[in-house]
């Protein structure tokens, strides 16, 4: 009877030691690794700025919504697969992601391609065509860029700017395309966001290159960095948010609603706050630090967006 005892307490301290070591992969492992890689800090921010415009424009929350979760998805995939053809690069420049190294690598990235189809096919039915139509283009750029376009000058930050722009860009196309929406008032200012945002977004990814030379030479990128010195490259950054700290006043101020009073305070918090979070991410050197202030203002926006309508 003892040496059973002791033969199922054996049994039972290996199962223990199994669950542990699998626990232990669980968060030390390829899941926590693609949870990071996913991405899904971003999705808050997706998911504001579509409703903002939602509001901004009186567009239906429920599609806007829809459209929210397609590019929160999009988004994720496109971030994987950039992972997976850039791993050596990231190693390059000291950034450890996740990449496709075992099976169950695999059979994550298979999952949320499957969630993906999955979520547009519904929404191929809840949504109109032209929205499905604009999110299925959306998701072949955002491919194309991560196989193609980054790597080409300029236009890899522009093509970048522009996808980090598309929960609004998309409801604002829609308001403009789709004859079942009433036109909304709100469409000049809405669209003066867009443009100050595009330009903050140019300016960002830039500054991400900055800091991504020794991968970027080493997967044969051409980015700005490599071609005009610091302080040209400081120059630029500096034309780029004058332009957009600029174009946030005159917004608020010309196209905003309410009283005078109000939108001139609006205004003048809104300059000064932008300018203090910008010149935080841009001083600080650190691509840590960067990448969160600026994330940071991508929430604002719109929400300064919300205020001034």
Not at 25 to 36: D, E, I, M, S, Y
Not at 222 to 237: E, K, N, S, Y
């Amino acid at each position: 009877m003892n040496a059973h005892r002791l033969s199922l307490a054996a049994v039972g301290s290996k199962w223990g030691r199994s669950i542990a070591r699998s626990m232990d992969t669980l968060h030390t492992g390829p899941v926590c690794a693609f949870l990071a890689s996913a991405r899904l800090s971003l999705w808050p921010a997706i998911v504001v700025s579509s409703l903002s415009f939602s509001y901004a424009l009186t567009y239906d929350f429920g599609d806007a919504l829809v459209i929210a979760l397609n590019l929160c998805g999009i988004s994720t995939l496109a971030f994987l697969f950039n992972d997976v053809l850039d791993h050596k690069i990231d190693e390059a420049n000291c950034v450890h992601r996740w990449s496709m190294k075992t099976p169950i690598d695999a059979v994550l990235l298979s999952l949320s391609a499957g969630i993906l189809v999955v979520n547009y096919a519904l929404t191929l039915i809840y949504v109109a065509h032209g929205i499905s139509l604009l999110l299925l283009l959306t998701a072949v750029i955002s491919l194309l860029y991560s196989v193609l376009l980054k790597r080409v000058l300029i236009l890899g930050n522009l093509v970048a700017a522009g996808l980090s722009i598309c929960p609004g860009l998309l409801i604002l196309l829609a308001c403009r395309c789709d004859t079942n929406v009433s036109k909304s008032t709100n469409i000049d200012i809405a669209s003066a966001f867009l443009a100050i945002g595009f330009v903050i977004f140019v300016s960002r990814e830039i500054r991400f290159d900055e800091f991504d030379q020794v991968g970027d030479r080493l997967g044969r990128r051409l980015t700005l960095p490599m071609v005009f010195q610091r302080q040209a490259l400081g120059t630029l950054h500096i034309l780029l948010l004058s332009a957009a700290v600029l174009g946030l006043v005159a917004a608020v101020l010309i196209l905003g609603h309410g009283t005078l009073i109000f939108r001139v305070s609006l205004a003048l918090v809104a300059a000064v706050g932008l300018i203090l979070a910008l010149g935080v991410a841009y001083k600080s050197g650190s691509k840590t630090i960067f990448y969160k202030v600026t994330r940071v203002i991508m929430l604002l926006v719109p929400v300064l967006m919300i205020l001034s309508v």
